[in-house]
């Protein structure tokens, strides 16, 4: 017992252990079959074979097949034998051996129940007493503060709760870690980026005891912290710029307003229970005034919260109803995974098979966004968004659009005079005996057109098919017939000299005949003075090209009617004219004053429509009405009226808000916190961020647990307070460096006896190549950065330009916008930025409770040779060398201090001097050796962990 | 289980979660290995892979290989000859036509001004301009009656690619890799090899993973350096230089590893970086056809310039099916086979280009015992219509888009050999006879995988989606070797 007393201590946490004798129906067997068999044998009505596993009495009594089980005798127990058997349960799944086993003694020993069975199965009675007591549930009482051996090792009562299990292992703290690493780990906790060399320096030389906490002040007042610390809350509001849910997954233009609202208030420290309730129900916070006050404007735009899961309803093509309700479904796991860190998703076909979450539960949550989520009253993305538009705006709007109007009647003028001109050029090529009749057939509209007409039209596809859309092939046409006059021209006009040569030779006296025909064979400079003086009598022989209307009038009127024509031709560029007209249009739009919109939640005044409880989830097959309510484990079935008394909206929204926030919510607080400590310490006290369910983890420190959630609810929900609190506890200033001692005890440190070594998120490593290459663009707020496909299919930041067939075009840059934060990249669901979603991005679907942390060979990779990373090497040489200049010691230094926020050890420099001497060597003159070095820091493992 | 136990088990299953990666190198996920199923599958995320799975039955086919010719190639001028046509050159055609270009539209028959001639022992007739294939008449399955009935290129290449005509759906190569998983760890499962001339109609759309994860994306062997991205650095930067990065890496890292003794996630990302090298050696080895015989390098064609650079797609093709690649595709250029104009001139180029090469890899493989378990695939997203585009003479005549019957054919991997599969109408219009849908094709190529086109089904917004969607996709007897 003493040799592991750490284990002793995890075997009594977790209960799941219990001895053969002790087997009750309630505790040990019924959550067996809750799990497995109830769906067929017990809810819903649903009693297959007559049988039904609720009570220990149903079963006893059995269905078709006669008793189920036989108290005391395992070997005569139908059940048994099935389930042994693996026919029951039926499919691929069956019972582990362990529940089998559980069963069987539990039948040997008789069958105990923990008390009296009640008379008959109510909602109610789903929840047992074992489901009343787990954990999770009971109220936050905050505990007493520990006393510890060594009082001296603590800064904050934190660190009482993490020591005082620690001593009582026999362990202790790590010592401090050094000032370096501290600097490097808690810019990165705080703020995502690296400290420059001049704030370690700062921050190093500081003598004062003080200088930690100054630092700490520092850092959470930085713009910085709000970027950094709001991408976490993306993460289980599931922030999407785009709609998902259809292949176009159109874009969201108005959702970055949200993700500005969440950096603010990250920034402002807002209040988090206010920030809950905003975003929950900001539309009915707000003043109900038409015109809108930046308050309001906050609070409606808090509510795109709830307008962040997938939502395909604007796309055609799909099943609207199931596309409506599944917005919905991905609404409510949205809220229960984010705030009540419970899957209450899973009992929107079923009661949930391990937590105490009935179905009926989950359409009560479902009744509190019915009215503004109804999918009977459905409004699509557009017409839910909120204009920011003034008055004066709109006038305006409405002045340009008249003057567009406008052009559009002349644009259309001008269709209508090609269509008919192109008719004729048509009609002019074929037999003149056509033409009359086949203009008639033309003209006539298509629902009037006699037999006739249509076997003509038919006959001639190239005069049927004349319309607006496909003018610009007619345009084509008339540039190849052109071509074909030029050819024709340039013939004649050869044919038109040589004739015109050969009758005036001919029309020489016959004597001088020969003479002529001789002279003009000859080069103008060897010809003789008689040839020339020959020739200057009958000028008409040396007939040229620019000469031919003097001698030939017929054949120059000729040529030029060809000329004429072809130009004709050239000019009539249909196409190109009516674009004018769109240009035209476009430019005059230009003008409108750009409309804003807020993507909101908002519920019709007096809107209360039913929610129906929907047999196995299926929208098709409503049963029961149910009321708005909370969970009824938590004695909330009834806390929400179906209306309130003092909005005009039901105010359901609102009042669930409250209930989460009234600090008597058990999950609320404690979830949160939960993540706070999981974002420093790599692990929650919870480990399941978003389950605190029966199949999450148990807290590994409970009473620290309920004592940082009950200091957070006391301040007032303030954030950075708890961040406070953990920043300068000893616990989080400890080294990170694996001890013999722990390792023993708890290899997996869940004792927290030292800081982990955690890796970089995806967006921290983005930004921290951007800022050591010293590229960062530091511009807050606004519209997201665009993401592309490059030519390969890669996505990568970009405007995208594409032709008419989805090839890429050459675009322009985006003038720095590239290096922006990663919080301002659009996050299109069906474009995930390559290089964030090679480190573990999420996807939202619908959204992500927790992220993965992958160690896979595509990252080194992407470090190796992306041409994001060569790029930012590149980059990083170049400031060195502005900073330092050109001597390679001191370029390595700044390199060192620049990537990991310290100098080089001596065996460091020596090493880097000799690569960079290396790398001379290996590469072309016209290559930077530098920049190599650049690469090389920024692919280690000292760059991608904190330590 | 006890905490530990769980804490144990959840770090295992992260560790073997992979990573979604839109890298195109996202295929070397698989290295990890998760060696159990998670317990709870219904609450656990899925996990994605591309760890070799069991097809749901035998399979005939392991890996397929698609030579598509964008654009749509002629079928009464290549695969299926027409006399009626011939007999009617120049007469107003007798039927109804729909027109994609109207300003150059005509009614006049045009006949084919190419001889056809019976090949092999199973005498399929075959145009005098694809005299390779001519050679392995015996052993391809010539399918005549093809239809998408969608008459514009993106939208037939779409459905003929993803199986619906609309963008934004998981191409097949994805399907397939996401089915089946790769046989290579050290290479991408799916690639698509695209010409150096250019991207096809629809550009990175015809290789798009759509809403699968991005691990099931077809990886682009470019035309040129680096080949593939992220596996290779720029040019400057391989060799000695590379090497020397690499060495100086590991040593900064050995020694940050120093301090951090145990520390098993920083030596696992030591140990990626040489499996990451590794690869990057894989890859060009396997682009390396200079390791190839002179007879082969003669028998795709690489000895003359005309042939030289599809030729050379087709050889690094079949030294990928070797190593283990699951699904490539070869595209010609933009809209090479759009043959609207000047067919007399652009079409023998056209098929001077990939005839060689196509019928050298039908009969490498075949020589390789690879055959039977490769599916070969050569055709475009239409064909072409019976009468005249752009009636301004000989030299400049063209046909103009039909996708409601043409060919492509098919060898190896389970499909019958020297076969005629299905007819057109007397004018190669309308598919008539045994009309082959692309969905019917679709469910014909994964049931040679051993693919249950109703069990590979990925969960998406709440429903279960698959590469049919809800079409009437049929396994064809007729397409297949022994009818099965």
């Known amino acids: 017992m003493l040799r592991y007393p750490f284990l002793t201590w995890l075997i009594l946490m977790t209960a799941t252990a219990v001895s053969a004798d002790g087997l009750l129906f309630e505790r040990d067997i019924r959550p067996i079959f809750k799990t497995h068999c109830f769906h067929c044998h017990g809810e819903d009505g649903v009693q297959e074979s007559d049988l039904d596993l609720r009570l220990r009495r149903w079963i006893v009594a059995g269905g078709e097949s006669g008793p189920s089980i036989e108290p005391g005798d395992p070997s005569s127990s139908l059940l048994l034998d099935r389930v042994s058997s693996g026919e029951m349960p039926p499919g691929d799944k069956l019972l582990p051996e362990s529940d089998v086993e559980k069963i069987r003694q539990w039948i040997a020993r008789g069958a105990p129940t923990a008390r009296e069975e009640p008379e008959t199965v109510s909602e109610e009675d789903l929840i047992t007493e074992e489901d009343k007591l787990f954990w999770a549930f009971q109220p936050i009482v905050r505990p007493k503060i520990p006393n510890v051996g060594d009082p001296e090792l603590t800064q904050n009562p934190i660190d009482n709760f993490i020591l005082a299990r620690l001593e009582s292992q026999e362990l202790s703290f790590s010592e401090a870690v050094d000032r370096y690493p501290f600097m490097r780990r808690i810019h990165m906790d705080i703020l995502g980026l690296p400290p420059t060399p001049e704030d370690v320096k700062r921050y190093t030389t500081n003598a004062s005891p003080t200088a930690t906490k100054r630092l700490i002040e520092q850092l959470l007042a930085s713009p910085a912290y709000g970027e950094k610390w709001g991408r976490h809350w993306l993460d289980i509001a599931g922030y999407a710029d785009s709609e998902g849910y259809t292949e176009d997954d159109r874009v969201r233009e108005s959702a970055f307003r949200y993700r500005d609202y969440v950096i603010r208030a990250f920034n402002a420290d807002k209040k988090m229970d206010q920030f809950i309730r905003e975003q929950l129900a900001g539309d009915e916070l707000a003043s109900s005034s038409t015109i809108l006050t930046d308050d309001d404007v906050q609070k409606l735009t808090a509510t795109g919260f709830l307008r962040m899961a997938a939502d395909g309803t604007a796309s055609s093509?799909?099943?609207?109803?199931?596309?409506?309700?599944?917005?919905?479904?991905?609404?409510?796991?949205?809220?229960?995974?984010?705030?009540?860190?419970?899957?209450?998703?899973?009992?929107?076909?079923?009661?949930?098979?391990?937590?105490?979450?009935?179905?009926?539960?989950?359409?009560?949550?479902?009744?509190?966004?019915?009215?503004?989520?109804?999918?009977?009253?459905?409004?699509?993305?557009?017409?839910?968004?909120?204009?920011?538009?003034?008055?004066?705006?709109?006038?305006?709007?409405?002045?340009?659009?008249?003057?567009?109007?406008?052009?559009?009647?002349?644009?259309?003028?001008?269709?209508?005079?090609?269509?008919?001109?192109?008719?004729?050029?048509?009609?002019?090529?074929?037999?003149?005996?056509?033409?009359?009749?086949?203009?008639?057939?033309?003209?006539?509209?298509?629902?009037?057109?006699?037999?006739?007409?249509?076997?003509?039209?038919?006959?001639?596809?190239?005069?049927?098919?004349?319309?607006?859309?496909?003018?610009?092939?007619?345009?084509?046409?008339?540039?190849?017939?052109?071509?074909?006059?030029?050819?024709?021209?340039?013939?004649?006009?050869?044919?038109?000299?040589?004739?015109?040569?050969?009758?005036?030779?001919?029309?020489?006296?016959?004597?001088?005949?020969?003479?002529?025909?001789?002279?003009?064979?000859?080069?103008?400079?060897?010809?003789?003075?008689?040839?020339?003086?020959?020739?200057?009598?009958?000028?008409?022989?040396?007939?040229?090209?620019?000469?031919?209307?003097?001698?030939?009038?017929?054949?120059?009127?000729?040529?030029?009617?060809?000329?004429?024509?072809?130009?004709?031709?050239?000019?009539?560029?249909?196409?190109?004219?009516?674009?004018?007209?769109?240009?035209?249009?476009?430019?005059?739009?230009?003008?409108?004053?750009?409309?804003?919109?807020?993507?909101?939640?908002?519920?019709?005044?007096?809107?209360?429509?039913?929610?129906?409880?929907?047999?196995?989830?299926?929208?098709?097959?409503?049963?029961?009405?149910?009321?708005?309510?909370?969970?009824?484990?938590?004695?909330?079935?009834?806390?929400?009226?179906?209306?309130?008394?003092?909005?005009?909206?039901?105010?359901?929204?609102?009042?669930?808000?409250?209930?989460?926030?009234?600090?008597?919510?058990?999950?609320?607080?404690?979830?949160?916190?939960?993540?706070?400590?999981?974002?420093?310490?790599?692990?929650?006290?919870?480990?399941?961020?978003?389950?605190?369910?029966?199949?999450?983890?148990?807290?590994?420190?409970?009473?620290?647990?309920?004592?940082?959630?009950?200091?957070?609810?006391?301040?007032?929900?303030?954030?950075?307070?708890?961040?406070?609190?953990?920043?300068?506890?000893?616990?989080?200033?400890?080294?990170?460096?694996?001890?013999?001692?722990?390792?023993?005890?708890?290899?997996?440190?869940?004792?927290?006896?030292?800081?982990?070594?955690?890796?970089?998120?995806?967006?921290?490593?983005?930004?921290?190549?951007?800022?050591?290459?010293?590229?960062?663009?530091?511009?807050?707020?606004?519209?997201?950065?665009?993401?592309?496909?490059?030519?390969?299919?890669?996505?990568?930041?970009?405007?995208?330009?594409?032709?008419?067939?989805?090839?890429?075009?050459?675009?322009?840059?985006?003038?720095?916008?590239?290096?922006?934060?990663?919080?301002?990249?659009?996050?299109?669901?069906?474009?995930?930025?390559?290089?964030?979603?090679?480190?573990?991005?999420?996807?939202?679907?619908?959204?992500?409770?927790?992220?993965?942390?992958?160690?896979?060979?595509?990252?080194?990779?992407?470090?190796?040779?992306?041409?994001?990373?060569?790029?930012?090497?590149?980059?990083?040489?170049?400031?060195?060398?502005?900073?330092?200049?050109?001597?390679?010691?001191?370029?390595?230094?700044?390199?060192?201090?620049l990537a990991f926020g310290r100098a080089p050890e001596d065996g460091e420099l020596q090493a880097a001097i000799q690569y960079l001497e290396q790398q001379t060597k290996s590469l072309p003159d016209n290559k930077d050796p530098l920049a190599t070095l650049c690469h090389a820091l920024i692919s280690t493992n000292q760059f991608l962990y904190i330590d | 289980m006890n905490v530990i136990q769980q804490i144990a088990r959840r770090r295992f299953l992260q560790r073997g979660a992979l990573n979604l990666s839109a890298l195109a190198t996202a295929w070397l996920i698989g290295q990890d290995k998760v060696q159990s199923e998670p317990t709870k599958p219904d609450l656990e995320r899925a996990a994605f892979n591309l760890r070799p799975k069991p097809p749901h039955r035998e399979p005939r086919a392991r890996a397929m290989i698609s030579m598509f010719m964008q654009g749509g190639p002629s079928q009464m001028d290549l695969l299926d000859p027409k006399p009626e046509l011939n007999r009617l050159d120049g007469q107003k055609f007798p039927g109804n036509i729909k027109y994609d270009n109207a300003a150059q539209a005509s009614s006049k028959v045009l006949g084919s001004p190419w001889k056809f001639s019976r090949h092999g022992e199973s005498g399929i007739d075959i145009s005098e301009l694809l005299p390779h294939l001519g050679g392995i008449a015996d052993d391809i399955l010539l399918v005549r009656s093809m239809h998408t009935g969608v008459n514009n290129h993106g939208q037939s290449i779409h459905a003929l690619n993803t199986g619906r005509s609309q963008r934004g759906r998981p191409s097949l190569g994805s399907w397939m890799t996401y089915g089946l998983g790769s046989e290579t760890s050290e290479l991408p499962a799916y690639v698509a090899m695209t010409d150096p001339n250019g991207l096809p109609v629809e550009g990175v759309l015809n290789w798009s993973n759509g809403w699968l994860p991005s691990l099931y994306q077809g990886t682009v062997i470019r035309p040129r350096e680096p080949r593939i991205l992220n596996l290779e650095p720029p040019s400057h930067l391989l060799g000695e230089t590379q090497n020397n990065y690499l060495n100086f890496v590991d040593r900064l890292n050995r020694s940050h590893l120093k301090e951090h003794p145990g520390e098993s996630e920083l030596e696992a990302r030591i140990a990626n970086y040489e499996l990451a090298a590794r690869m990057q050696s894989a890859a060009q080895e396997a682009l390396d056809i200079k390791q190839e015989t002179m007879a082969t390098h003669r028998l795709y064609g690489l000895d003359k310039p005309e042939t030289q650079e599809f030729g050379t797609r087709c050889l690094i093709a079949r030294r990928l099916v070797e190593r283990g690649v699951r699904f490539i595709q070869l595209f010609t250029k933009n809209q090479y086979w759009d043959h609207h104009g000047s067919i007399r001139t652009a079409l023998p180029k056209s098929c001077m280009k990939v005839d060689q090469g196509a019928a050298a890899l039908v009969t490498d493989l075949k020589q390789r015992g690879l055959l039977d378990s490769t599916v070969v695939h050569w055709g475009g997203e239409m064909g072409r219509l019976p009468v005249i585009q752009n009636d301004a003479g000989n030299a400049k005549v063209g046909r103009d888009h039909n996708t409601y019957g043409f060919s492509m054919w098919l060898a190896g991997g389970g499909f019958r050999a020297g076969q005629i599969h299905g007819a057109t109408d007397e004018f190669g219009h309308h598919a008539i006879k045994d009309i082959v849908h692309h969905y019917d094709y679709h469910a014909t190529l994964l049931h040679l995988f051993g693919l249950d086109p109703d069990r590979l089904v990925f969960r998406r917004a709440g429903r279960e989606q698959n590469l049919l969607d809800g079409q009437s996709g049929q396994v064809i007897p007729g397409l297949l070797r022994n009818n099965i």
């Open chain 1, 317 to 897: 093509g799909i099943d609207q109803d199931l596309a409506r309700n599944q917005t919905m479904s991905d609404t409510i796991e949205i809220v229960s995974t984010s705030l009540m860190g419970l899957t209450v998703g899973c009992a929107k076909c079923h009661n949930h098979r391990y937590d105490p979450i009935s179905q009926i539960d989950y359409y009560r949550i479902r009744a509190i966004f019915e009215p503004a989520l109804d999918w009977k009253l459905w409004r699509n993305p557009s017409a839910r968004q909120i204009s920011l538009y003034s008055d004066a705006e709109r006038q305006k709007k409405k002045d340009i659009e008249n003057e567009v109007a406008s052009v559009a009647a002349a644009k259309k003028k001008k269709t209508e005079y090609y269509i008919s001109l192109t008719l004729e050029e048509e009609l002019s090529e074929l037999d003149e005996s056509l033409r009359e009749s086949l203009r008639t057939a033309y003209t006539t509209p298509s629902d009037k057109r006699t037999a006739e007409h249509k076997q003509l039209l038919k006959e001639y596809p190239s005069v049927q098919n004349i319309s607006p859309g496909s003018l610009y092939l007619y345009d084509r046409r008339r540039d190849e017939q052109a071509r074909g006059l030029d050819t024709l021209r340039s013939k004649k006009e050869q044919q038109f000299i040589n004739e015109t040569r050969q009758r005036s030779i001919a029309e020489a006296p016959l004597d001088v005949q020969e003479a002529l025909r001789d002279a003009t064979g000859i080069k103008a400079s060897e010809r003789s003075q008689q040839q020339q003086g020959l020739l200057k009598k009958y000028p008409a022989v040396l007939v040229t090209k620019s000469n031919l209307a003097t001698f030939n009038a017929e054949a120059a009127a000729e040529l030029k009617d060809l000329t004429e024509r072809a130009t004709l031709f050239r000019k009539t560029k249909s196409a190109d004219d009516l674009k004018s007209y769109t240009d035209q249009i476009a430019e005059i739009r230009q003008r409108i004053p750009k409309e804003g919109f807020i993507r909101a939640l908002t519920e019709p005044k007096g809107h209360q429509p039913a929610t129906y409880l929907f047999h196995r989830g299926d929208h098709q097959q409503p049963l029961q009405k149910v009321a708005p309510g909370g969970l009824s484990i938590l004695r909330a079935s009834q806390a929400i009226a179906p209306q309130s008394e003092s909005l005009a909206t039901t105010g359901r929204r609102l009042a669930f808000a409250k209930h989460l926030t009234s600090g008597d919510h058990p999950l609320v607080a404690r979830v949160i916190v939960n993540r706070i400590w999981a974002q420093f310490f790599g692990r929650g006290i919870v480990a399941s961020l978003g389950d605190f369910g029966k199949l999450g983890e148990r807290p590994t420190h409970p009473e620290l647990l309920d004592w940082l959630t009950s200091e957070f609810v006391r301040s007032g929900w303030q954030m950075k307070h708890l961040q406070r609190l953990i920043l300068s506890s000893a616990t989080y200033q400890q080294s990170s460096r694996r001890r013999a001692s722990l390792e023993e005890v708890d290899p997996d440190n869940l004792l927290l006896g030292r800081m982990p070594v955690r890796r970089l998120e995806s967006e921290a490593l983005r930004d921290s190549l951007l800022a050591v290459s010293g590229e960062l663009n530091r511009e807050m707020y606004g519209q997201a950065v665009p993401v592309r496909e490059d030519e390969v299919g890669q996505i990568v930041i970009g405007k995208e330009m594409l032709d008419g067939e989805r090839k890429p075009v050459k675009g322009s840059g985006l003038g720095g916008q590239e290096m922006r934060r990663s919080i301002y990249v659009q996050v299109r669901r069906s474009r995930p930025l390559a290089v964030l979603e090679t480190f573990d991005a999420p996807r939202m679907t619908p959204n992500c409770s927790q992220r993965s942390v992958s160690n896979v060979a595509p990252q080194p990779l992407m470090m190796m040779n992306s041409d994001f990373s060569i790029r930012c090497s590149e980059r990083f040489a170049e400031r060195i060398r502005k900073e330092v200049g050109q001597q390679t010691p001191q370029q390595a230094v700044r390199a060192w201090e």
